[in-house]
């Protein structure tokens, strides 16, 4: 396990395999969903999309964003989001889909996934 801070709570991430994790918030309250987000720029970034990608974030109050990071590799950038449900978080992605191509992996907290195994 990695500590990790996101956002104003500490987390903690641990990997399995090659392209997926899960994200284990550590404060009270009730879970939201976690969503992962890969995405891959569909051609050269520009200002515009930029400041539309800033605009399709805020457009949705009911995600919030952990974590947002470019990133060398296969994907281009990361983001950590919270959301209510998966449709919520899909409508937000959809406005995107013209300039930036992603996968979505929903994150279940690791001491939830631990249950599952007994």
Known sequence: MVP????EYPSTITMIGRNSFFLE????????MIFVILARFKGKI???????????????PRVKVL???????????????EGPDE???MKMLIQA??????????AV????????LK
Do not use: C, H
């Open 4 to 7: 990790y801070q996101i956002g």
């Open 46 to 60: 520009t200002k515009e999309n930029l400041e539309r990608t800033n605009k399709i974030i805020a457009s949705e």
């Open 87 to 89: 449709k919520t978080v």
């Open 25 to 32: 918030k550590i404060r009270g309250g009730e879970w939201e």
């Open 109 to 116: 907290p690791r001491e939830e996934a631990i249950k599952l």
């Open 67 to 81: 974590a947002f990071y470019w990133t060398l590799g296969r994907y281009d950038s990361v983001l950590i989001t």
């Open 97 to 106: 889909g013209d300039y930036a191509a992603t996968e979505t992996m929903v």
